[in-house]
């Protein structure tokens, strides 16, 4: 079955410390791999696709196909970084979320 | 502005009505789609239209149905509607099902409650 897992719910950091947002896939064939933001209250948007391979408010995330994961990452948390993520596969199978929450 | 516009934005109903959802886009999209996010915010696809084709109806209660007069356009009409179905409704558009560096654009969403 194709699926989208983010084994966490809540990730809770601190200003300036490393963020890492996990994300697994199981699909088949190559999908396209996103990560989407929903800053509270407002509508999802894009943040980031594999295929850009490019960097969006400081993070970055990576595909890796021998482990199917695409992990966001950004090396020093800000504040404004508290949202609700998630990653998807293609257009049609998301997963649970994360809320990442920012502590000063 | 360009961009996916959705209305209304706070839908509060009782039990049994029945209503709709609007949506537009004025991005030159080909598909529409229609998401439900629960109270855990989780977030599934509901319906996929391309070109105004219904492609893609997720274990969806036949009390919903979608209807795309043209391209721009993908409204969502409930019927009887139940407690469960209390929600966002997120619409969203893309160039096309399945290209590349064609990511979907969201509508602000419509929050339902049914009381």
């Known amino acids: 079955a194709q699926r989208v897992t983010q084994p966490e719910k809540l990730l809770s950091v601190f200003k300036g410390a490393p963020v890492e947002l996990k994300c697994n896939y199981s699909?088949?064939?190559?999908?396209?791999l996103f990560w989407y933001v929903q800053y509270s209250r407002q509508r999802l948007q894009l943040l980031l696709r594999h295929i850009s391979r490019e960097s969006i408010k400081g993070f970055t995330a990576d595909l890796n196909k021998g482990e199917t994961s695409f992990h966001l990452k950004k090396p020093f948390a800000q504040e404004e970084d508290s949202a609700m993520y998630y990653c998807?596969?293609?257009?049609?199978?998301f997963g649970t979320g994360t809320q990442l929450k920012v502590e000063l | 502005d360009t961009a996916v516009s959705q209305t209304p934005k706070y839908l509060v109903t009782q039990m049994g009505n029945d209503k709709s959802i609007k949506c537009e886009q004025n991005l030159g999209h080909d598909t529409m789609y229609w998401y439900k996010q629960d109270s855990k915010k989780f977030l599934k696809i509901m319906f996929s239209y391309n070109n105004k084709e219904l492609i893609i109806n997720e274990t969806v209660p036949n009390r919903f149905s979608p209807k795309s007069p043209d391209k721009a356009h993908l409204n969502l009409h409930i019927n009887s509607l139940e407690l469960g179905d209390s929600a966002v409704y997120f619409c969203?558009?893309?160039?096309?099902?399945?290209?590349?560096?064609?990511?979907?654009?969201f509508g602000n969403g419509t929050r339902l409650t049914v009381t």
């Open positions: 998807a596969a293609n257009k049609l199978t």
């Open positions: 969203a558009s893309s160039l096309g099902t399945g290209a590349y560096n064609s990511p979907l654009h």
């Open positions: 699909y088949s064939g190559s999908p396209e």
